[in-house]
């Protein structure tokens, strides 16, 4: 990720995000792939579920942890 703090990806939100939400759609992606969305705390839930719902998400890490994984 780069050096600014990323927003979050609930639509019209603009706040920092706090966590990094990964998923994988299997109808689409290999299972190895990862995608991420980031979320604020206010937003979480909300694309947890989202992505819960559907079977897609696998995991939620504070964002701080995902870029230490990163580097």
Do not use: Y
Request: charged share 30%.
């Amino acid at each position: 990720m780069s050096d600014e703090t990323p927003i979050c990806s609930a639509k019209g939100c603009r706040e920092d995000a706090v966590w990094v939400l990964v998923w994988n759609n299997p109808k689409v992606h290999t299972p190895d792939r990862r995608k991420t969305w980031v979320a604020c705390d206010e937003h979480r839930e909300h694309l947890s579920q989202f992505l819960g719902v559907r079977g897609f998400l696998k995991d939620v890490v504070p964002l701080t942890e995902w870029e230490a994984q990163e580097t």
